[in-house]
């Protein structure tokens, strides 16, 4: 082992385990290459990855300094920077001209609008230019006369100046899954003096950092994308208009023409970037409150830094998606990306490529184009004619199988019977892409050159202009309000580029539904991605370092296997560390029995029964007398939650619990979650106490901390295993049950029929106990590291403390079956599965348990506190 390093910017003394973290990352970063660091929760994490990759950052760029002292860049003129620092490129936007446009290199990207528009007809303006078509061997496809418009990119980087890789120099990308973790990362950086001496940025979507009032009202995330790039949309065309019309013909700056308003002084973008930059690190929120105050857009002024940052912060999303990194115009060339809350990456990544359309979309689509193929069909040349026909031709092939008259059962095999008798009205088919194409024959349309087209043509801003034009002179608010027609191409692009992966690399998902209140049939088509390995290979290939961190990364050998199967097991760097918390604060009990002696039984078959509802309410009753401030249940769904709230209220059993504690519910909408949690914590602090029922994988699971008060004790009522009645989950299963397999291709693993599936559980149960491995395992894994996210919410630092009780006979049972790797215990944390209480002679033991091990705590905190 090589000599330990001190890490100065530690703002207090550290504990061992954290000062082993530390020096584990540093050398990590040194050797490069994939590593994964597991810290149970409350350990101080973030700090310890802050403090030793930010060290290494600088150590690094000293050295590089050092060995480059006497080639420094002409034109630095940051003189009073640190040496270190000046190694960072100036952002080149900081050298241009002060441009009347907000971004200078836009000129080059602009669509240009149809050429003399006559007078009187406003419809001109939704023409294509002409676009000549190659022949089919060109890869790229057809050829427009005019620039690339990237029209159809909702987080478009045609706003942004370009920066080389080598001018970039190295960096630390920081991401993590939700909005409330980033914001978590960046005051724990504050604590550092890190957040004053380096250049660092918070990304985030625009919907987080939009301020124009106008844009942010329309509250969903898609239209908000749309109507930022369609004001800028507006204003390029305005400025195109005034080229083609000649200098004499004046355009009024009604508010309409000039885009957004925030975007319209780029010396105020500049003056953005250079006080963020002197502030000391700034999250989302921050950056909002600065944009407002100096009236210019957060969202392309935080995105204008990146290029000149040391420490990157932004959502899993920006980062592995190469799209959005593209957009973004971000390199990881030279970079460290470090990928917090790791502990699902693998499920998280494969979701952001998927891709799913729905019945109604389709129609919108092939309602929109026909509109448009009427209008404008004699006006277009033979390019544009012959590409929008096959836009027709895919969309019209799409809405086959969601047609009630296709049977289910034969698409598989491309044969449709034609026999409605015979056809299933509603449920799902599994296919292969190939198999798809084929079965709707579009095997021979080549996606790539269409996909080109789309790009290039400006063809779905076109349509969709159009649709809006008439939309709104027919008086039909709700199709312009709700920007339908892009979010239904966007869907369809999106189903394209699904189609043209790799036949192994996922599935298409046909499902049939039928709207219960109208009875109109439903459905959609989705692309489900099977594969990451070649998706995080982007990321390993390119970066100099990749960290994935978390509390619970085990089993590791599943994500080697899933994320980056070509690395070597001897070659994945691991490191993981023990709690700081003693274990005598902890008191984790696995309750076998309730209080009336019924075994507790929460499995799929069982879990709604009367007896056991009423069992757990038994237990609850009990629970709330004798453990003090607050607790949190989690349960497997919203749907349980609400079966066993609605049962508890009914029996009388909800009053009982409501004497001694207040109830909150976890509210299934993520905005009220803040007021409910705002009012769990003034209970508690009342003196009252209270109990949140919450759901696992929920907002309460992930990324909220009840330290001390907040959390005395954490109740997981069952196993959550996912319903086996998933298709997209059952897909997963069998195609991980196959990995390692010479003929991947073919899953060993089958549904009973494997065209049809009606979504029934225990057809669901039938795969899984086909199962012999890895699948199998895959299932349980999901399972436990739902628990083991949950109850690690309840211990946040050294001092807390608090029971945790696993309620169900299934986390007890008899000793010499614990041996088995699959018993659920052998999957819990190393700190909670050592000081785990198997079993207990009844509810007696238990409660007799609880009642002295906060007694004992009640009795050290009262002394510590007389002798402060």
């Not at 100046?161 to 960046?186: A, I, M, Y």
């Not at 996909?451 to 290039?456: S, T, V």
């Not at 409910?676 to 929920?698: F, H, N, P, Q, T």
Request: aromatic residues 8%; contains cysteine; neutral net charge.
């Amino acid at each position: 082992m090589t000599e330990k390093r001190e890490f100065p910017a530690f703002p207090y003394k550290p504990y061992s385990i954290q000062i082993d973290f530390m020096n584990a990352l540093y050398q990590f970063l040194d050797k490069g290459g994939v590593s994964m660091l597991e810290s149970p929760t409350g350990t101080g994490k973030s700090l310890s990855i802050i403090c030793s990759a930010l060290q290494w950052l600088i150590d690094r760029k000293d050295k590089r300094n050092s060995e480059s002292e006497s080639h420094k860049v002409d034109g630095n003129d940051d003189a009073d920077e640190p040496d270190w620092m000046r190694t960072f490129t100036p952002n080149e936007e900081d050298r241009a001209s002060d441009d009347k446009s907000p971004f200078p290199l836009r000129k080059e990207r602009l669509p240009q609008v149809f050429s003399n528009p006559t007078e009187g007809d406003d419809d001109q303006e939704f023409l294509l230019e002409e676009y000549q078509s190659q022949d089919e061997s060109s890869p790229g496809g057809g050829n427009s006369k005019r620039k690339p418009a990237r029209a159809f990119d909702t987080s478009s980087s045609e706003d942004e100046d370009d920066c080389s890789d080598d001018e970039q120099g190295f960096k630390v990308f920081f991401c993590s899954r939700t909005h409330s973790q980033l914001s978590q990362f960046v005051k724990e950086l504050r604590k550092t003096v890190f957040a004053s001496i380096l250049n660092v940025v918070s990304l985030g979507s625009r919907k987080n950092l939009c301020i124009n009032e106008d844009v942010l009202k329309l509250a969903n995330v898609t239209r908000i994308n749309e109507s930022c790039l369609d004001l800028q949309k507006k204003k390029k065309s305005q400025v195109s208009k005034k080229k083609n019309l000649g200098a004499n013909v004046r355009i009024g700056r009604t508010k309409a023409s000039c885009g957004c308003p925030l975007l319209r002084k780029h010396k105020l973008q500049r003056e953005f970037k250079a006080e963020s930059f002197q502030q000391e690190a700034m999250d989302i929120e921050d950056l909002v409150q600065l944009g407002r105050q100096m009236r210019t857009c957060p969202y392309y002024g935080s995105r204008r830094m990146a290029p000149a940052a040391d420490l990157v912060i932004l959502p899993y999303q920006s980062l592995l998606s190469k799209s959005s990194r593209e957009s973004l115009g971000l390199s990881l060339k030279n970079s460290v990306v470090i990928i917090d809350e790791a502990h699902n990456l693998a499920d998280i990544l494969l979701s952001m490529h998927d891709a799913k359309i729905t019945l109604s979309q389709l129609e919108d689509i092939q309602c929109s184009i026909e509109s448009y193929l009427g209008r404008f069909q004699n006006l277009l040349g033979a390019g544009n004619r012959r590409y929008i026909q096959i836009m027709l031709i895919l969309t019209r092939a799409l809405l086959k199988p969601l047609a009630s008259d296709w049977n289910l059962n034969s698409v598989n095999v491309g044969l449709d019977t034609g026999n409605p008798s015979k056809s299933k009205p509603c449920g799902a088919c599994s296919m292969a892409i190939n198999d798809f194409l084929f079965s709707l024959n579009i095997d021979n349309i080549n996606l790539v050159k269409l996909l080109a087209y789309i790009k290039e043509s400006n063809i779905i801003h076109k349509v969709s202009g159009y649709g809006e034009r008439v939309a709104m002179l027919q008086k039909d608010p709700v199709a312009h309000e709700e920007m339908s027609n892009l979010t239904s191409f966007r869907a369809f692009s999106d189903m394209l580029v699904a189609l043209t992966n790799n036949n192994g690399d996922g599935r298409i998902i046909v499902s049939r539904t039928s709207s219960s209140a109208s009875g109109q049939p439903g459905g959609h088509i989705k692309y489900v991605m099977l594969t990451g390995a070649k998706l995080f290979s982007e990321v390993v290939d390119e970066a100099h370092a990749v960290i994935l961190a978390g509390g619970t990364l085990q089993p590791i050998e599943e994500t080697r296997e899933r994320l980056f199967p070509w690395l070597p097991s001897d070659q994945l760097q691991f490191f993981s560390c023990s709690h700081i918390v003693p274990s005598e604060s902890i008191m984790p009990i696995a309750v076998s029995h309730g209080p009336s002696g019924q075994s507790f039984d929460f499995s799929h078959s069982s879990r709604s029964s009367t007896r056991m509802i009423q069992e757990l309410g038994l237990l609850m009753s009990n629970l709330v007398a004798v453990v003090p401030e607050g607790v949190i249940v989690f349960f497997s769904s919203f749907e349980y939650e609400t079966q066993v709230h609605t049962a508890w209220s009914n029996s009388g059993i909800l009053r009982r619990i409501m004497k001694k504690k207040r109830v909150f519910r976890e509210p299934r909408r993520n905005t009220e979650v803040e007021a409910v949690l705002r009012d769990y914590k003034e209970a508690i602090e009342s003196e009252r106490g209270a109990i949140m029922l919450a759901v696992v994988g929920g907002k309460v699971s992930e990324g909220i901390n009840f330290s001390d008060s907040m959390c005395r004790c954490v109740v997981m009522v069952g196993l959550p295993y996912p319903s086996p009645s998933d298709i997209e989950l059952l897909e997963r299963i069998k195609h991980i049950e196959g990995l390692g397999d010479s003929d991947s291709v073919k899953p060993s693993v089958t549904l009973v029929d494997d065209s049809y599936y009606s979504g029934d559980v225990q057809a669901g149960f039938g795969v899984l106990k086909s199962c012999k491995r890895r699948g199998k395992e895959y299932y349980e894994n999901l399972c436990m590291k739902a628990v083991n996210q949950s109850i690690g919410r309840a211990i946040r630092h050294e001092k807390d403390y608090a029971s945790i009780l696993l309620v169900d006979a299934r986390y007890s049972n008899d000793p010499s079956k614990r041996t088995s790797h699959s018993h659920p215990s052998n999957k819990l944390p190393k700190w909670i599965k050592d000081c785990l209480i198997y079993s207990t002679k009844g509810y007696g033991d238990v409660h007799r348990l609880l009642h002295q091990f906060f007694k004992h705590k009640n009795v050290e905190n009262s002394s510590e506190t007389n002798q402060h």
